[in-house]
């Protein structure tokens, strides 16, 4: 289903009340410009980042992520931006992060990244989109790409604490993961289950406000 600009709540100058407003509009008024062609739910998803991060800079955001992975740009996108708000990031997996996915899991807050016990998590090297072009053009793709994969196995490196040698090794093929394979490699920091084991008798710390009572 395709996700819809979304709309929160906003009080016109002028009106008693708040209503829904396309948040494009909201951001708009307070002078933040998002340009839109092909990476409409990367801009949906950078847009409530930054908007949540100047409606409350302390509160944590929380990123869940079910995904096969995307374009390695809009995800590059996404991981830059979740560093650059000021609200810690949440990053929590179910389901699958493969690919570009599973990168933008990685680039939450240290000690935040979360799996949840039956999710997967994948990682490979980026591929390019555009090996229709002529042999120039590939070519100068080719480099491009070279330069690219050494920035994001760095990225990888640094933050799994792994060898840059081992990830780059690790990326010649699609490796698969559990949940706890997943963190034994640094990809992420907890196991959902454990979350709960630990918080048997308090709320889940780890969960927003809207899944407490689950």
Partial sequence: MPMGVPKVPYRIPGDEEATGVDLYNVMYRERTLFGQRRCEITNHITVLMVYLSIEDGISDIFLFI???????????AIFDT????????????????????????LGGEPTKRIAFPHARIMLHQPASAYYRAGTPEFLLE????????????????????????????DMERDVFMSADEAKAYGLVDIVGDEMIDDHCDTDPVWFPEMFKDW
């Fill in 66 to 76: 079910n995904s096969p992975g995307g374009w390695l740009i809009s995800g590059m």
């Fill in 82 to 105: 979740m560093q650059t708000v000021t609200p810690d990031i949440y990053t929590i997996c179910l389901g699958i992060a493969a690919s570009m996915a599973s990168f933008i899991l």
């Fill in 142 to 169: 080719v480099e491009e790409l070279h330069k690219v994969r050494e920035m994001i196995t760095r990225v990888y490196a640094l933050r799994t604490g792994k060898p840059f040698w081992v990830v780059s090794e």
